[in-house]
C-alpha cells in the first residue's frame, strides 16, 4: 500500500522568495517519486521524478527535490519564486518494480505575490 | 510534436445516461492510462491500457470501462452516470519501457470536463 500526504492545500510566496511544497509518502516497497504542477484549465505536467540513483533531482523551471528515505520525504523546492509559478502542485507516488498505479497527494496551490 | 488530445472538452449529462471519453495519445506512445480529478477525492487513477490490452486498473466501479485501439487511441466509457461522476478526465500517455510502465514520463491531455445533472 502506498499514500502520499501534502502538507499545506495552499502556501503563499512573495515573487523572489524561496519556495518550499512539503511531501510525505508512504510505501511498503521502495518508491517511485513524482511532482507534477497543473495550471487553470489544463492537464498535469511532470516537473521531475525520482526513481533511483542520486536522490537530488533537478527538474524543470528551476525547480528540485530531494528524495529522504529516512524522513519519507520528496519535498519540492525553488530558490526564487516567479509570479508564473502560480498553480496546483501534485506529490506522487508509485511503486518500483513494475506496474503503474500511481498515488497522488491533494495538491498544493502555490500562491506569488507581486 | 501534437501533445495529448481529447475530446470533448467539456460535456453535460444526466443522471442515468451513458457517455464516451476520447483520448489520441503523442505519436508513438503505446500506453494510455486514464485518471479522474475531483475536488473531494483528488485524482484518482482510473486504468491503464498497452497494445489494446487493459493493463492496470485502479479501484472504481465496473460503470467505468475503457479500451485501446490498434492506433493507440483510447476510449473510456461511464455508464449509469451519477452525480458523482462529474469531474475532469484526464488522459496520459507515454512510451512505452520494458519496466512495465512505473518510471515512464507521462504527458497529460488537458481533460474533459463531465458534468453530470
Known amino acids: 500500500a502506498q499514500s502520499v500526504t501534502q502538507l499545506g492545500s495552499h502556501v503563499s510566496v512573495s515573487e523572489g522568495a524561496l519556495v518550499l511544497l512539503r511531501c510525505n509518502y508512504s510505501?511498503?516497497?521502495?518508491?517511485?517519486l513524482f511532482w507534477y504542477v497543473q495550471y487553470p484549465n489544463q492537464g498535469l505536467q511532470l516537473l521531475l521524478k525520482y526513481t533511483t540513483g542520486a536522490t537530488l533531482v533537478k527538474g524543470i523551471n528551476g525547480f528540485e527535490a530531494e528524495f529522504k528515505k529516512s524522513e519519507t520525504s520528496f519535498h519540492l523546492t525553488k530558490p526564487s519564486a516567479h509570479m508564473s509559478d502560480a498553480a496546483e502542485y501534485f506529490c506522487?507516488?508509485?511503486?518500483?518494480?513494475?506496474?503503474?498505479?500511481?498515488?497522488f497527494g491533494r495538491g498544493t496551490s502555490l500562491i506569488v505575490h507581486p | 510534436k501534437a501533445g495529448v488530445t481529447q475530446t470533448p472538452r467539456y460535456l453535460i449529462k444526466t443522471r442515468g445516461q451513458q457517455v464516451t471519453l476520447s483520448c489520441s495519445p503523442i505519436s508513438g506512445h503505446r500506453s494510455v492510462s486514464w485518471y479522474q480529478q475531483t475536488p473531494g477525492q483528488g485524482l484518482q487513477f482510473l486504468f491503464e491500457?498497452?497494445?489494446?490490452?487493459?493493463?492496470n486498473k485502479g479501484n472504481f466501479p465496473g460503470r467505468f470501462s475503457g479500451r485501446q485501439f490498434s492506433n493507440s487511441r483510447s476510449e473510456m466509457n461511464v455508464s449509469t452516470l451519477e452525480l458523482g461522476d462529474s469531474a475532469l478526465y484526464l488522459c496520459?500517455?507515454?512510451?512505452?519501457?520494458?519496466?512495465?510502465?512505473?518510471?515512464?514520463?507521462?504527458?497529460f491531455g488537458p481533460g474533459t470536463r463531465l458534468t453530470v445533472l
Open positions: 491500457y498497452f497494445s489494446e490490452t487493459q493493463r
Open positions: 510505501s511498503s516497497v521502495p518508491p517511485y
Open positions: 506522487a507516488v508509485s511503486a518500483s518494480g513494475g506496474s503503474y498505479i500511481p498515488t
Open positions: 496520459a500517455s507515454s512510451l512505452p519501457s520494458l519496466s512495465g510502465g512505473a518510471t515512464d514520463t507521462q504527458y
